[in-house]
């Protein structure tokens, strides 16, 4: 019990998912206006705009400077995750959302080649490839981040 206690009264996860949360409905009230729509996935889901990552690192980050000075060794790990978490969110993560486009645009297309062919094979691969298309908002631009 005394562990969750100090978790609840701990300043820094608190900010933390403060603004991780904070993030996560902006998130969502934007899509509603954009969409129209109530996505709730955008609750828990990754990428867009504004990134709940970078809220959440960032958010740190400041805390730490805050509370133990930006010459000390809690600032230093957290500006180095911060940088990590940010870099990812705009490389990695968004090249495999990039990488998921594309591959969903070959599958559909090998899937329509296939309906049209006489060819049993092509109709194994494109029941092996499934209907279910891959994630694409995986990542962010730099302007989200």
């Known amino acids: 019990m005394n562990v969750i206690r100090g978790l609840t009264v701990n300043y820094y996860i608190n900010v933390a998912i403060t603004a991780w949360f904070l993030a996560q409905v902006s998130k969502t009230l934007l899509t509603l206006v954009v969409k129209k729509k109530l996505v709730m996935e955008r609750m828990i889901g990754a990428g867009g705009m504004p990134s709940s990552h970078t809220a959440l690192v960032c958010s740190l980050t ?11 060794a809690e600032f230093a790990l957290s500006l180095a995750l911060a940088c990590i ?12 959302g990039e990488h998921a486009k594309v591959l969903n645009k070959l599958v559909f297309g090998f899937q329509l ?9 092509d ?10 298309a891959l994630k694409e908002y995986l990542g962010h631009t730099p302007l989200e981040v």
């Not at 978490?85 to 495999?96: E, L």
């Open 123 to 132: 109709d194994q691969i494109a029941g092996e490839l499934g209907d279910k």
């Open 85 to 96: 978490v940010m870099y990812d969110a705009m490389g990695v993560r968004r090249a495999a």
């Open 62 to 72: 400041i805390a730490m400077a805050r509370k133990t000075g930006v010459s000390s």
């Open 113 to 121: 080649v296939s309906e049209e062919s006489d060819n049993p094979e």
